[in-house]
């Protein structure tokens, strides 16, 4: 319906551009340097109320008839006079176009005709331009800014835009009128896309011009999860939907067999990402796993660096993390009183300080210093306000952000880190620093020391964990050069995933503990006999053996995942085969992109009974069985899945821990219940933020 009524204004636009009248055209252009105006005789300017005549070869009034009066000059050189019955030409039509600027333009319809605008102040002083010395009432009206005259080109020869003259007539002339080819451009480059699914008889939801299906997100009316969340829910039975991305349409990937298809089994046909940012606009984040095309680059790097990511690397950084939560945890212990806090920005503080720590090796404490140098760089990789906009701009439209040059990373965030990972690969070589940080596997595995080591005897980091593919695992091993720039490239891109979305996981555990008291109390009890065993000394074995705990996050993860989705692109052609009567086959060109909505698949009711629901038991040892793979994917999956996962589920287990041990977490007036997701920042959070109490336990 919406597309019908567009489509009749669309008609109606068109059948005006056919009719439109140049002289009521407004012309809104810069000057040019032609000279048309090359009489040394005086004549009558438009309308005939003044003499004009040629100075400095265009065309100036000279003198104003006085009130009454108008200018002839049929019969001889040009006079003031009563009308007495004579026609008024001047030197061309009574022109109605309106002149926004100074300068010659071309006629919208006739390929030898064009106007020329021109400043009427000759009033002698500060941007006059006449040469006439006599004051008094014969000067020309200044009060009028522009006025213009019409001319038409000598026979055989045309206007020349390039020039501003007129030449011979040896270049094509379309006489239609410009309205109209701006018309067609807006349907063929705007209106035609969204035509695009049902072109293809695939089930869609309808757009609009420009914007596709993000227009309440532009206007600020919803969030993009819930946009894309109630697109999904439209057509529950469909296996994938046609949506716009703004103008790109984009396959909504519904069904965890064909996701299963897309991100594993043809891996080799949707290996890229959809590429937002050129490497031009941003070389730094160009270098980075997620950006780079599934090439053999990729594959080699992501298989040179995938080592370092493993559960036995984990074991290494984990007495980082330990460190850093427990100096967490005794900040908000140490005060006296229940502390009211919004916990996603405390958390940032967090996840600052542990990527600071395990990947920059650098020490600090945010909670007591806020205004330390890496924590205030790092929030500007922020989605929030202004931030937010520039994200979105960037992910949704990226031919327009790479017009407009928009980097994901200021220059002034990527020269700090540079500076930090140059000095400290510097500091470590020359003094021989060994530190079990992310830094020091970066710089092994550009030596090509890092290999895949026997974990079957260590401990997994939970379910939520995405095992290295095959794909990555059988790849070829070769040593491949790594520069300073491509450490700085996967430790900013380290930080970008970390910073933002691990904070937001963390603060909805917290919110989730809050609200639900009876799971916060069951989780305390895992604690405290873990702890009380170990003598207050929490081990890596000790905490991935936590099951409830493992549940707890699993179960955060699949109702609050930190992404709402993520996106594939074909590099060849593919097709989606028809599986039913109800089902058109489905042919994608190269280029065509995939969108996979992790936030509305994990809150499907037809895999998540009751889905808004938190309920930690679906993931305990029995019910996880029955989950389907591909209907749990927080941090993506297959080859191009979250390298870091087992990473944020080690961070986040630490953390919860050791703040359950000795505080506990309370809903307070400032708590939003339900949560209402803001509608300026990509990550799925509220605008106020998440506020909680927070307090000693009662033991």
């Known amino acids: ?5 567009f489509y009749l204004v669309f008609l109606l636009h068109l059948i005006n551009a056919y009719y439109v009248d140049v002289r009521e055209v407004t012309f809104s252009l810069s000057g040019r340097s032609s000279e048309p105006c090359k009489t040394n005789d005086a004549f009558c300017a438009p309308k005939c109320t003044a003499i004009a005549r040629c100075i400095n070869g265009a065309p100036r009034p000279i003198f104003t008839c006085p009130s009454g009066q108008y200018c002839n000059d049929d019969n001889g050189p040009p006079v003031c ?68 005259f019409e001319f038409t080109c000598d026979a055989n020869t045309i206007y020349s835009p390039a020039t501003a003259t007129c030449e011979p007539n ?17 349907y063929i480059f705007l209106v035609k896309p969204l035509y695009h699914w049902k072109e293809k008889k695939i089930t869609y939801v309808s757009g609009v011009p420009i914007f596709g299906n993000m227009w309440p997100v532009i206007l600020g009316k919803a969030a993009t999860v819930d946009v894309i969340h109630k697109m999904y829910l439209t057509y529950p039975d469909k296996r994938y939907i046609g949506i716009y991305n703004f103008a790109t349409p984009t396959l909504l990937v519904r069904d965890p067999d064909l996701l299963k298809k897309i991100m594993v089994k043809d891996f080799d046909v949707f290996r890229d990402h959809r590429s937002f940012i050129s490497s031009d606009v941003d070389p730094i984040w160009s270098k980075n796993l997620f950006a780079m095309p599934g090439d053999e680059r990729w594959h080699e790097m992501r298989s040179t660096l995938s080592p370092a990511f493993t559960s036995s690397k984990m074991r290494v950084m984990f007495s980082l993390m330990k460190e850093s939560a427990q100096e967490y945890t005794d900040y908000y212990f140490n005060q006296k ?30 909670l007591k210093d806020p205004t330390n140098e890496f924590y205030m760089t790092g929030k500007s990789f922020t989605f929030k306000g202004f931030r937010g906009l520039i994200m979105m701009t960037i992910v949704f439209m990226p031919t327009i952000s790479k017009v407009l040059r928009l980097p994901l990373f200021s220059k002034k965030s990527v020269r700090f880190f540079q500076s930090i990972i140059k000095e400290n690969i510097k500091a470590r070589q020359e003094k021989n620093i060994i530190r079990p940080d992310m830094l020091h596997l970066l710089t092994e595995a550009r030596k090509g020391r890092l290999t895949n080591e026997n974990e079957s005897l260590i401990p997994e980091a939970g379910f939520a964990v995405v095992e290295e593919s095959e794909i990555v695992r059988n790849s070829k091993k070769r040593k491949i050069d790594i520069t300073d720039e491509d450490i700085t490239s996967q430790a900013l891109l380290f930080f970008f995933g970390g910073y933002e979305t691990m904070s937001t996981m963390f603060a909805y555990i917290a919110y989730e503990l809050a609200i639900n008291p009876e799971v916060q109390t069951k989780l305390q009890k895992e604690v405290d006999d873990v702890y009380k065993e170990l003598n207050g000394d929490l081990t890596y074995e000790a905490l991935t053996g936590m099951k409830y705990l493992d549940c707890v996050v699993s179960e955060t993860l699949r109702k609050w995942p930190p992404f709402i989705g993520t996106n594939r692109k074909c590099t060849r052609d593919y097709t989606i085969k028809a599986e039913d009567s109800n089902e058109t086959t489905l042919y994608m060109k190269k280029g065509s992109p995939c969108f996979i909505p992790i936030y509305s698949i994990q809150r499907d009711p037809k895999y998540y009974p009751n889905p808004d629901k938190f309920d930690p038991e679906r993931f305990n040892e029995t019910n996880r069985k029955s989950i389907h793979p591909f209907t749990y994917i ?66």
């Open 81 to 148: 006079g009563e009308r007495m019955g004579f026609k008024c030409f001047g030197k061309g039509p009574d022109i109605k176009f309106k002149c926004a600027g100074l300068g010659f333009f071309p006629d919208v319809s006739k390929c030898n005709k064009f106007h020329f605008c021109y400043k009427t102040d000759m009033g002698g002083g500060n941007g006059g331009t006449t040469t006439s010395t006599t004051p008094g009432p014969g000067l020309y009206d200044p009060s009028t800014d522009f006025s213009g």
């Open 337 to 366: 009183d229940m502390v009211v806090d919004d916990f996603k920005d405390s958390f940032t503080k967090f996840a600052n300080d542990v990527i600071a720590n395990t990947a920059f090796g650098v020490k600090c404490n945010s």
């Open 634 to 699: 927080p941090f993506g999956g297959g080859p191009r899945s979250c390298i870091a996962n087992r990473f944020a589920l080690i961070e986040g287990k630490v953390l919860i821990a050791e703040l359950v041990r000795k505080l506990e977490f309370v809903p307070v007036e400032k708590t939003q219940i339900p949560i209402k997701f803001s509608t300026t920042n990509f990550i799925p959070i509220p605008d106020e933020g998440i506020w909680l109490g927070i307090r000693r336990r009662k033991i």
């Open 170 to 186: 040896t270049r094509p002339c379309t006489t239609l009128p410009v309205r109209l080819l701006i018309t067609v451009a807006f």
């Open 1 to 5: 319906m919406k597309l019908s009524v």
